[in-house]
């Protein structure tokens, strides 16, 4: 049994149905109780009161991995620092102790590249020391730290994955799944009938498709303790996008299966960082014959793009 935390989120839920799909018993740990009828087909739901001790106990009962995918997001890191630093850190803490506690076997921390700096500017593999000092990255790190010490006591086969942008139409009911950079630029094409970009465009991202980051984890589910050992892997396509490179590939979607054009518009002012390259190194997980597919990319991009389309234009 596997219990995903963060089950009701934008990748928790995602990941629950494409475990469930590949034969697996699933169970969703959410905070959100008013939402928990919503998708039962995915596997039972625990309500997790991460500030009890026995609600935690309770949400570990009967596991034997565990996918810590809750968190809160940039923008609310930002907002309120101390919560972010209380949860994404802390709360990561106590739940290893109620896992170790019930027996649980693997952890899984779903952590993100921008640990590593702001922007993300040069080589960045797993041996990089991060830098970023956001409330979101910083807190992030925390999780790590405390996923790393605890899970290493209690003698936990862990992994923390530091994983790139990801983008794709699995299940998008949450309206924070709009903020992300490929998500929020397929919208503004079907909605507005343009893209806007308000960030340096410059800037390179890596971007990876929902579906190769669950078929990932899928797969590390059975090779952690097995043939992959505890530690930090960089998640992502090893591909370095600018923003408006990946803002044209969306025009071109539009273009190709729809007929549409949006109109790029974007202001140079706004390009405030020096020009620098990308390297986020996934070597690490290619050498476990891993890692995301170009058939993915277009599939989930064809897929986002068609989404938006049906909803918002």
């Not at 989120?9 to 740990?29: D, H, P, Q």
């Not at 968190?71 to 309120?80: E, P, Q, R």
């Not at 290893?96 to 921390?109: H, L, Q, S």
């Not at 925390?142 to 299940?171: D, M, P, W």
């Amino acid at each position: 049994m596997i219990l995903i935390t963060g089950g009701l989120g934008y990748i928790g839920l995602a990941l629950a149905s494409a475990l469930t799909k590949a034969g697996r018993s699933v169970i969703l740990g959410t905070r959100k109780i008013n939402r928990t009828q919503v998708i039962s087909e995915f596997g039972q739901i625990r309500i997790i009161n991460w500030h009890d001790a026995e609600s935690l106990l309770a949400a570990c009962s009967g596991v034997s991995q565990i996918i810590h995918a809750s968190g809160i997001n940039a923008a609310d890191c930002s907002s309120d620092p101390v919560a972010a630093l209380a949860f994404n850190g802390l709360a990561t803490g106590r739940l290893i102790e109620a896992a170790a506690d019930r027996g649980v076997r693997g952890f899984i921390y779903l952590s993100t590249a921008h640990v590593y700096a702001e922007p993300l500017i040069g080589k960045f593999d797993e041996e990089t020391c991060p830098r970023n000092l956001s409330p979101y990255a910083s807190s992030n790190y925390a999780g790590e730290i405390l996923t790393r010490q605890l899970c290493e006591k209690y003698n936990l086969h862990y992994l923390v994955l530091r994983v790139s942008n990801v983008f794709g139409s699995a299940l998008l009911s949450q309206s924070s799944a709009w903020n992300l950079l490929v998500n929020n630029l397929c919208r503004q094409a079907a909605e507005t009938g343009e893209i806007r970009l308000r960030s340096d465009v410059r800037i390179c991202r890596d971007i990876i498709p929902m579906r190769s980051l669950c078929s990932v984890i899928n797969s590390l589910l059975d090779m952690l303790g097995n043939k992959v050992s505890s530690g930090v892997i960089n998640v992502g396509s090893g591909e370095a996008r600018s923003i408006l490179t990946i803002a044209q590939e969306v025009q071109k979607v539009f273009t190709d299966r729809f007929n549409l054009l949006p109109s790029l518009k974007f202001d140079e002012s706004t390009n405030v960082y020096p020009a620098g390259e990308l390297y986020f190194s996934v070597e690490k997980l290619s050498n476990y014959g891993l890692g995301a597919s170009k058939q993915d990319h277009y599939m989930e991009l064809n897929d986002l793009s068609a989404y938006c389309i049906k909803v918002f234009s």
